[in-house]
Every structure is written in C-alpha cells, then in structure tokens.
C-alpha cells in the first residue's frame, strides 16, 4: 500500500504512525524503511507506533509518501486471504499529549499506568526488547534470592 500526504509545515513534538494489517509489515517514508513489525496475529488490527527521531528526520515540508509492505497471511494454506492494509500520520503537540495523558488517568489504573512507563508483558512484545528481558531476569534473580537463604 502507498499512499501521499501533504506536510504544511513540521513545528510538531512527536508524530505516530497508525497501520493496519493483519500480520507482519515494513513501513517506508519517502523511500527509507522506518519501521518493521516481524509478528503475526491472522487478524486486522492498527498498530499505534511513536516515531523516534531517527524516523522523524526523513519527513519534509510538502508532499510525503508512506508505503506499507504487510504479508496477508502466514503460510500458503492458510484459510483466506485478508490484504486489507491502512496507514496514516499524525503529528501530536505537548498540548495534545498532555490531553492525552489527563484521558488515560481517568480510565487507567495506577497500576496500568505504571505498566505504560515500562515494556508490556504482552506475549508478542518481547520480540527484539531488551528491556522486557533484563525486567524478567531481575524479576527471576529476586525470586531466588529468598529460596538460597
């Protein structure tokens, strides 16, 4: 999928990318991969993404072109095909964010909240996260702790 959009100007302090697929996809910006999601789930879904800076810096002040390369299913015999693929940007402002966390208090708990400062135990999320890895081995480390004494 590719599709164009126009950039009047980039005075935003993040942007994040929205895509849809059903299993794993690469993302271009003008013509740089800037992101790649190895996983596969057999259903359509939008993936939020925030855009690091090193992805930031391939967007320009005009016409920019998104593309989006997803698989429509995991193997040959799988039961039907879903090609339905989507993508967009938008840029988000420290007033939007703020918004945006004030919304999340409201409907989070403090224990998801503090789940959201640190990687997800999702059981898809510890593909190529260190982080989530060192918080499990910390986690194991201390539990044996106590059962050496």
Known sequence: MRTKFELEDLNFDSYRLAVLARQGFHVYLNGEKI??????????????????????????????????????????????????????????????????????????SPKDREALKGASNGGYHYFGSAKIFAQMGKAFAEALLPLQK
């Open 35 to 108: 992101h790649t999601y190895i996983w596969w789930q057999d259903k359509p879904f939008y993936r939020s993404i925030v855009l690091e800076a090193e992805q930031v810096k391939h967007l320009k002040q005009g016409t920019n072109v998104l593309a989006v390369y997803a698989n429509d299913q995991y193997g040959p015999d799988a039961p039907e095909h879903y090609a339905a693929t989507d993508v967009w940007l938008e840029g988000i402002t420290k007033a939007d964010q703020e918004k945006l966390d004030l919304a999340l208090e409201e409907v989070l």
